[in-house]
Nanobody, 120 residues
Framework: QVQLVESGGGLVQAGGSLRLSCAASGSIFRINAMVWYRQTPGNQRELVAR???????NYADSVKGRFTISRDNDENTVYLQMTRLKPEDTAVYLC??????????????WGQGTQVLVSS
């Protein structure tokens, strides 16, 4: 079972940038896809960005052109570079695997997430 620890959040002014990290306790090489989500109180978890083993990426429409997801299989870390941040990006950001086969075998527990607060 891979444990995931998110970091890099904080308080930033609108228009600013942050780089989030998702560090895994074990290898992520075999995991089909890794995903960054975000959640605000009272709302469903929202997919923000996804990266596959082949480094194919896709993004929520609300972040396209502003956020970039990447994965470093050697460092077992997934990153989310966020630029031109907006107040509506304020949320707790979490990462996890998107691989039903892997998660079914080993489990994919959620981490604590990292809080991003964008001031106007």
């Amino acid at each position: 079972q891979v444990q995931l620890v998110e970091s890099g959040g904080g308080l930033v002014q609108a228009g600013g940038s942050l780089r989030l990290s998702c560090a895994a306790s074990g290898s992520i090489f075999r995991i089909n896809a890794m995903v960054w989500y975000r959640q605000t109180p009272g709302n469903q978890r929202e997919l923000v960005a996804r990266v596959t083993r082949k480094n194919e990426t896709n993004y929520a429409d609300s972040v396209k052109g502003r956020f970039t997801i990447s994965r470093d299989n050697d460092e077992n870390t997934v990153y989310l570079q966020m630029t031109r941040l907006k107040p509506e990006d304020t949320a707790v950001y979490l990462c996890n695997a998107d691989d039903p086969y892997y998660c079914g075998l080993f489990g994919c527990p959620w981490g604590q997430g990292t809080q991003v607060l964008v001031s106007s």
